[in-house]
């Protein structure tokens, strides 16, 4: 199993980043997809969720209005499209799965600074 997210970067507050999720090493289209973020000095927290087809979405309050989870079936990746960000949207981002085990990425670092 292998989940390699991409796309984070540095961006002004009230900017928009799209982060992508590739996915190997198992049948990614019969599971159900998540975005975690973890802050310095903070334990990881979840930010979204969807299902294995792609029509249930749900967001933590925290991100909920500005943040859009999406899934490619075919190219097995997950994205997570980040607008309107903010400073405490800082930290690293990772993708994960779970069926009897728990998957994650390497992580993703997403810096909101001016």
């Known amino acids: 199993v292998q989940l390699v997210e991409s796309g984070g970067g540095l961006v002004q507050p009230g900017g928009s980043l799209r982060l992508s999720c590739a996915a190997s090493g198992f049948t990614f289209s019969k599971y159900n997809m998540k975005w975690y973020r973890q802050a310095p000095g903070k334990e990881r927290e979840w930010v979204a969720q969807?299902?294995?087809?792609?029509?249930?979405?749900y967001y933590a309050d925290s991100v909920k209005g500005r943040f859009t989870i999406s899934r490619d079936n075919v190219k097995n990746t997950v994205y997570l499209q980040m607008n309107s960000l903010k400073p405490e949207d800082t930290a690293v981002y990772y993708c994960n799965f779970a069926n009897f085990a728990n998957y994650w990425g390497q992580g993703t670092q997403v810096t909101v600074s001016s």
């Open positions: 969807i299902d294995s087809h792609g029509v249930s979405t």
